[in-house]
């Protein structure tokens, strides 16, 4: 067997067996009501540093600042209620949602990490 053929099936086996770095996962929840928008941007296989979190309705954009990840996790809301704004949610109007949000992460150096969108529960 020729040496650079080996070196290849080698590599062909290291590289197929390398974790995905680029695998974050997102989840993005959403929920309008007459008074209120809610949003919720979770973020899993993450690697450990710092995100933003970006959400995106109809003409409506709303940006986290920085926040730290807890393992390879991370949590934002985002939310039009008074009690939750006071409990750590971002604020965003009471009609921020149209029909459906996207999320993102955002990493600090500024590259979307992970990013879905959904149709919004409406109530």
Request: charged letters at 20%.
């Amino acid at each position: 067997m020729k040496t650079s053929t080996a070196l290849t099936a080698v590599l062909a086996v290291f590289v197929t067996t390398l974790p995905d770095v680029n695998a974050a996962d997102i989840r993005v929840k959403c929920e309008s009501r007459a008074n209120r928008s809610s949003v919720s941007v979770d973020g899993s296989n993450l690697v450990p540093g710092s995100y933003s979190a970006k959400i995106i309705s109809g003409s409506n954009t709303k940006k986290s600042g920085l926040k730290a990840t807890t393992g390879d996790e991370i949590e934002f809301d985002f939310d039009s209620d008074p009690g939750d704004i006071a409990a750590g949610a971002i604020r965003i109007s009471r009609t921020f949602i149209q029909g459906q949000v996207t999320g993102q992460l955002i990493n600090a150096q500024g590259f979307t990490v992970a990013q879905a969108t959904r149709v919004c529960r409406t109530k």
